[in-house]
């Protein structure tokens, strides 16, 4: 967003400099229109670059995301009634007009700095810690609500999410999921958003909202056809600030071909912690009144939920474990 008060010192140095020399004011214009366009370019991103702590190797200027580390030409926001269409190279805006999209052509890294070529696979290397459960047949919908945490109390410029989510686990190409993000979206702050990874190496997330300790959001994934259907093809994802009332959505999401049998109740991902105190204060984070439901939109009593202990060789170590229990998912940290 342009502030006011830089858009008036914009102008007020085009003034000067145009009273001084017609040539300067004329590459004075040019620099500032092209920064105006560059803030209103749909692709102009809001993500937070990876910083100092970035592992080695990952080039500077990337912004980290739920999926790793990826050129910032490679994520996409999408504003409210804005659709990713099934190939993942078009953008359908709200007024039904159609927009091509590069596919991505960078690198990504994983949490750990590794290499990922571009158009492969997502991975949940970040992962943490995690709870999840699988299927034989696929989920129609998950939802879940959980309270933003504290901030942490220090800042070493590291990432968090906190997250459920769906995928498929015989073929993983792409994962839904509403995410609680601190320093993702908004620098040193919490907000959410609705991701959808990685159609044509494109990650793509619907309008960030900021949110407030204490309040809170509920996160929804539900397919968008009719019961009985196995393998929908398009999703909506909600994730909703319920202390307020506002929402974020990617609605009709591609599914990319996927059969979504893998769900996850909760998950923390995590970039660039260098102590515990980068994370919330609070010590864990609970998934509440979880709902997971089959293809026919009948809920599963009880999913199963299981937590692996994937924390081990983990620096810091920060009492990493949780819980589970058919309704719900806690996260220690």
Not at 9 to 24: G, H
Not at 89 to 102: C, F, M, R, S, W
Not at 194 to 220: F, L
């Amino acid at each position: 967003m342009l502030h006011r008060f830089q858009l008036k010192t914009s102008i007020r140095t085009v003034t000067e400099d145009s009273s001084t020399s017609a040539k300067n004011c004329t590459v004075t214009v040019a620099a500032l229109s092209l920064f105006l366009t560059s803030l209103v370019s749909p692709i102009a991103y809001a993500q937070v670059p990876a910083g100092p702590n970035r592992p080695a190797g990952v080039p500077e200027g990337y912004v980290i995301t739920p999926f790793g580390y990826f050129h910032p030409s490679c994520v996409r926001q999408l504003t409210e009634g804005e659709t990713l269409l099934a190939d993942g190279l078009v953008i359908q805006h709200a007024d039904g007009t159609l927009e091509n999209i590069p596919a991505c052509d960078y690198p990504r890294y994983t949490a750990s700095g590794e290499i990922v070529t571009a158009g492969a696979s997502p991975t949940i290397n970040g992962w943490i810690e995690s709870a999840n459960t699988i299927t034989t047949t696929s989920y129609g919908a998950l939802t879940a609500t959980w309270i933003v945490p504290p901030g942490p109390t220090s800042n070493n410029g590291q990432t968090l999410y906190f997250f459920p989510g769906l995928e498929d686990i015989d073929d993983v190409v792409s994962i839904i999921q509403p995410v609680l993000g601190w320093n993702s979206d908004f620098e040193a702050a919490w907000g959410i958003a609705s991701w959808n990874c990685c159609p044509s190496g494109i990650t793509v997330e619907s309008s960030p909202m900021r949110v407030s300790t204490g309040n809170e959001i509920k996160g929804i994934i539900r397919n968008t056809c009719s019961a009985g259907t196995p393998s929908c093809s398009q999703w909506d994802v909600t994730s909703e600030d319920v202390s307020t009332g506002h929402s974020t959505r990617l609605s009709n999401t591609p599914s990319e071909g996927q059969t979504f049998n893998w769900a996850f109740g909760g998950v923390l991902e995590a970039y660039n912690v260098v102590q515990c105190s980068d994370y919330p204060s609070n010590g864990s984070l609970t998934f509440l009144d979880i709902a997971l439901y089959d293809y026919n939109f009948d809920r599963i009593s009880n999913p199963g939920w299981s937590q692996p202990n994937s924390s081990p060789g983990l620096t810091p170590q920060c009492g990493y474990g949780g819980s589970v229990a058919a309704k719900q998912v806690t996260i220690d940290y």
